[in-house]
């Protein structure tokens, strides 16, 4: 089933000028990339786009790191791009993702984990219109 998820990379890795590292470990996996700009998010935005943790104890601090530099947003699509995706980042605590994973080779911290990706359709559904407009995705 073609799908497609939304991507983060976030700013620890911008910061660090990791951003093709990324997409290209995004590529080789073959996923396509439909659409991408680079923002820096407001408070608001990433208080809005982590709403679902908004009563978690590391809230305030992830919102803070999500605005404290430039990130690189994108649409990303491919056979189950959204499993597909999950599983090229490896898992949220860098200290547990699989070798080879984003979050294994370039994550400073559970925190600082240089990526995001939606975690089901309903999520995409609801992040990719969040950063991006229908005139901006192509493909
Ligand atoms: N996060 C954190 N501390 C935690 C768990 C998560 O700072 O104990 C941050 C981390 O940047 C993570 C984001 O909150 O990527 C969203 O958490 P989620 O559990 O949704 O993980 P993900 O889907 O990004 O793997």
């Known amino acids: 089933m ?5 991507s983060i990379v976030k700013p620890d890795a911008v910061q660090r000028n990791l951003q093709g ?3 290209k470990m995004i590529q080789d996996a073959g996923l396509k990339i ?7 998010m407001t408070k ?16 305030d601090s992830l919102v803070a790191y999500m605005c404290s530099g430039p990130c690189v947003v994108s649409v990303l699509e491919g ?3 959204i499993a597909k ?4 980042m490896g898992a949220t605590n860098p200290a547990e993702a699989a070798e080879g994973t984003i979050r294994k080779t370039f994550a400073l ?8 990706g939606s975690d089901a359709p309903e999520t995409a559904a609801q992040e990719i219109p969040y950063f991006f407009s229908q005139l901006e995705i192509v493909g």
Do not use: W
């Open 85 to 88: 995706y999950r599983e090229v």
């Open 2 to 6: 073609i799908e497609r998820t939304f």
């Open 44 to 59: 608001e935005q990433a208080e809005g786009f982590y709403a679902v943790h908004k009563d978690r104890p590391f809230f």
């Open 109 to 116: 911290d559970i925190e600082k984990n240089s990526c995001h």
């Open 21 to 23: 590292a990324i997409l």
């Open 79 to 81: 056979e189950n791009a």
């Open 34 to 40: 439909v659409a991408m700009k680079m923002i820096h």
